[in-house]
């Protein structure tokens, strides 16, 4: 829990909060439950690791709602001054190539705002192809819509061959 600290920072940069759904002015007590949870709980459908530059926290990713061989993926970059630098899409593949090589997954998902093209650039970069624009929601003071993405190694006869085309996509 000794990056504790820098959570707590993140929990005070209101762009931070905003972009992320995290509730502005959360108490600290609340925050550090919250926080251990995270931490010291997984499950086999929720995994989340955290993001470090030079030993310091900067932000954690999830593979969420793991089912099978598919995977939720999330990433989130705690220092907002450090956006729009490619350590997201950095973090994303290395998280997406630990999901192949520990769980199998083969095909990923993810969700962005329409209007958080830094998201949207990552996710094509990583080879995601939008799938459907399906729901609206609150996004940096914007009702904006929701955009669904998928990244699916294709062409699958058995899992095995589809963990290893997944790993040659990925580049492992």
């Known amino acids: 829990m000794n990056d504790y600290k820098y959570v707590l ?9 905003h972009a992320n759904g995290w509730k502005i002015d959360r108490k600290p007590e609340e925050l550090y439950d919250w926080w251990f949870n995270q931490v010291y709980y997984s499950s086999r459908e929720f995994v989340r690791l955290g993001i470090e530059q030079d030993g310091k926290l900067i932000g954690y990713g999830d593979m969420a709602d793991m089912k099978n061989d598919t995977a939720e993926l999330g990433i989130a ?3 907002s001054m450090l956006w729009g ?3 997201g899409t950095k973090a994303a593949s290395d998280l997406m190539k630990y999901g192949v090589k520990k769980y199998g997954i ?4 993810a969700e962005t705002h329409e209007n958080n093209q830094r998201s949207r650039k990552m996710l094509e970069k990583l080879g995601f192809q ?3 624009r399906a729901g609206k929601e609150e ?5 904006v819509q929701l955009i669904q993405y998928v990244l699916r ?3 699958v006869i058995t899992d095995k061959v ?7 996509v990925l580049g492992i």
């Open 85 to 87: 630098q490619g350590i």
């Open 162 to 168: 589809r963990i290893q085309l997944c790993m040659l």
């Open 153 to 155: 190694c294709k062409g």
């Open 9 to 17: 920072n993140w929990s005070t940069d209101k762009t931070f909060c």
């Open 106 to 109: 083969a095909k990923y998902t």
């Open 139 to 143: 996004y940096l003071g914007e009702y």
């Open 130 to 132: 939008e799938t459907s």
């Open 77 to 79: 970059i705690g220092e």
